[in-house]
């Protein structure tokens, strides 16, 4: 029986509940992936490459942040400590993954500007399959538990212990846990600074610039070379932020956690449309919030065939995505 019929045999009250409760844990998980989301489309909305790697980036800066816990010992750490060492996190693990990011484009991506668009691609996935490995040698096989430094309590009623938020809810209240917090009061200022980036600033409009027309951005004086470096290492920076929270709200990572996430996350874009930032994040809430509703009325097993069916749907009414323009192609 599914969880949803748990929840309706309870009553009307525990089935609105239940509906509420897999709408935050939806929203939430679908901002995280959202994260993820945009270093893909900042990635193709500049050069058009779907850097396959960024997946995998991610999975790499989640094994960093948990060596860093272990390092610093914060399992052990006061609740004071715990705060300010997470920050730490948040700004460590973000530069190292911007740092190995900005490294690929230069050393593989950087000399295949002017090649067949195969060829950047092919090598992304090359990539792709090199941070896998490497990961598998840094975490092994198996998966790594990670530490619970944020509790798993409701903010506005503590109930004592409560079940992680994978678990459905068909009590009387609505949890909102302290991980939800976390992920809020990161990847939701985290998401606004990037749009008055992109808006705002000269590097902003130059990337805007550059994404238009790399030739003509070129031709005005733009560095075009220095704005795809600065795409690449806000990307790479992104993912950081976005392993970092998923290493302390899922409490496990895994080597291949890259494949699945990156997945999810590539998914997003397109459904956005790809190139698109406002795009990315709708897709990204949405991907969320049909993986958690289908988890709980449909089935766990069932769920990336809903998403994935999903997506075939709209991209037939909607091929350039959700949020997407159409473009002629250019001869």
């Known amino acids: 029986m599914t969880p949803f019929l748990l929840a309706a045999a309870a009553g009307p009250s525990q089935w609105l509940n239940f509906f509420l409760q897999q709408c935050v844990h939806g929203l939430t998980f679908g901002a995280l992936i959202a994260l993820i989301a945009l270093g893909y489309t900042m990635v193709y909305g500049i050069i058009g490459l779907i850097n396959f790697a960024h997946g995998d980036l991610f999975m790499l800066g989640s094994f960093l942040a948990l060596a860093l816990i272990g390092w610093l010992d914060l399992e052990h750490a006061g609740s004071v400590k715990v705060v300010g060492e997470i920050a730490l996190l948040l700004v460590l693990v ?13 050393v593989v991506y950087k000399p295949l500007r002017k090649a067949h668009k195969l060829a950047p ?10 941070f896998v490995n490497v990961g598998q040698i840094w975490g092994g ?5 990670v530490p619970t430094l944020v509790s798993e309590k409701n903010v506005f009623a503590d109930r004592g212990n409560s079940p992680p938020p994978s678990t459905a809810d068909t009590g009387d209240s609505l949890k909102f846990t302290y991980k939800d917090l976390l992920l809020v009061v990161t990847v939701v200022p985290t998401m606004i600074g990037l749009t008055l980036l ?6 902003g409009r130059a990337m805007r610039a550059t994404a238009q027309d790399p030739v003509a951005a070129r031709l005005m004086g733009i560095p075009v070379e220095r704005v795809i470096g600065a795409t690449f290492l806000i990307g790479g920076a992104l993912g950081g ?11 496990t990572v895994n080597f291949q956690m890259g494949y699945q996430n990156g997945l999810y996350a590539f998914t997003a874009a397109v459904l956005g449309g790809i ?20 988890s709980g009325y ?9 998403i994935f069916g999903m997506l075939i749907v709209i ?9 997407g323009e159409r473009t002629r192609e250019k001869v």
């Open 94 to 106: 973000p530069i190292f993954c911007a740092a190995l990011n900005f490294t690929v484009d230069r």
């Open 298 to 306: 449909v089935s766990e097993h069932w769920v990336d065939a809903v």
């Open 241 to 251: 932020v976005a392993s970092v929270v998923y290493s302390l709200y899922i409490n």
């Open 121 to 130: 691609l092919v090598s992304a996935i090359g990539v792709s399959f090199i």
């Open 141 to 145: 096989s198996a998966d790594r538990n």
């Open 315 to 323: 991209l037939v009414f909607r091929p350039t995505g959700l949020l």
């Open 275 to 294: 190139g698109n930032i406002p795009g990315a994040v709708l897709g990204g809430l949405v991907i969320g919030l049909v993986r958690s509703l289908g």
């Open 198 to 203: 992109v808006n705002r600033t000269k590097l």
